[in-house]
């Protein structure tokens, strides 16, 4: 069975940051591009960025509003992925889900972990 | 970057009935060379993640009832899910994988 279980999530201040993990199973893990969507309490999904695979250099991509704040990363010995998240603010207070692409778009997706930014 | 938009908003519809979501794209998301759409349809329920429910704008994802099903191709596209289910009562979001990936802003589904 495929999963995808995230962590990490926590009541960090503004500025901080965080570092959320994604954990796979059940599936090549090295063979499948990882990405992070969010979602705040009540609003739609928003893309935040994927990393590809092994033979593609492990490339990141990014949605503009988190190039240069956001960075993800992978370890496929471990089968994690990884979001670091700098200088979090207010409005980044969202369920933080890790999902991934592999033919064609998402098709398994983790249950999320809670970021919370609030002084 | 590519805008996805969705109409209704919101839609009430009698169980058993049809329901019909609309989503129009900034860009053709039809892609020649491989004659695909680059369009993808999830579900949300309260409190879960999003489930993939169509993608190349209308192949159902695995397990996905046949009541529910996809179609249109370049900007415009349309869920259809015929003979709604209590089960069925959920937001729904059109995406778009053709250069990145953004979603709808989503269309909540309840039951009359």
């Known amino acids: 069975e495929v999963q995808l279980v995230e962590s990490g999530g926590s009541l960090v201040q503004p500025g901080q940051s965080l570092v959320l993990s994604c954990a796979g199973s059940g599936f090549i893990f090295s063979d499948s591009a990882l990405h992070w969507v969010r979602q705040a309490s009540g609003k739609g999904l928003e893309w935040i960025g994927r990393?590809?695979?092994?033979?593609?250099?492990?490339?990141?991509e990014y949605g503009a509003s988190f190039a240069g704040r956001f960075i993800i990363s992978r370890d496929d010995s471990r089968n994690m992925a990884y979001l670091q998240m700098n200088n979090v603010q207010p409005d980044d207070t969202a369920v933080y889900y890790c999902?991934?692409?592999?033919?064609?778009?998402?098709?398994?997706w983790g249950r999320g972990t809670l970021v919370t930014v609030s002084s | 970057d590519i805008v996805m938009t969705q109409s209704p908003d919101s839609l009430t519809v009698s169980l058993g009935e049809r329901a019909t979501i609309n989503c129009e794209s900034s860009h053709n998301l039809f892609y020649s060379s491989n004659n695909n759409d680059y369009l993808a349809w999830f579900q949300q329920k309260p409190g879960q993640p999003p489930k993939l429910l169509i993608y190349?704008?209308?192949t159902r994802g695995y397990g996905v009832p046949d009541r529910f099903s996809g179609s249109g191709s370049g900007t415009h596209f349309t869920l259809t899910i015929s003979d709604l289910q209590a089960e069925d009562v959920a937001v729904y979001y059109c995406q778009q994988y053709y250069t990145g990936w953004t979603f709808g802003q989503g269309t909540k589904v309840e039951i009359k």
């Open positions: 990393v590809r695979i092994r033979p593609n250099n492990y490339a990141t």
């Open positions: 999902t991934r692409t592999l033919l064609h778009t998402f098709d398994y």
């Open positions: 190349w704008a209308s």
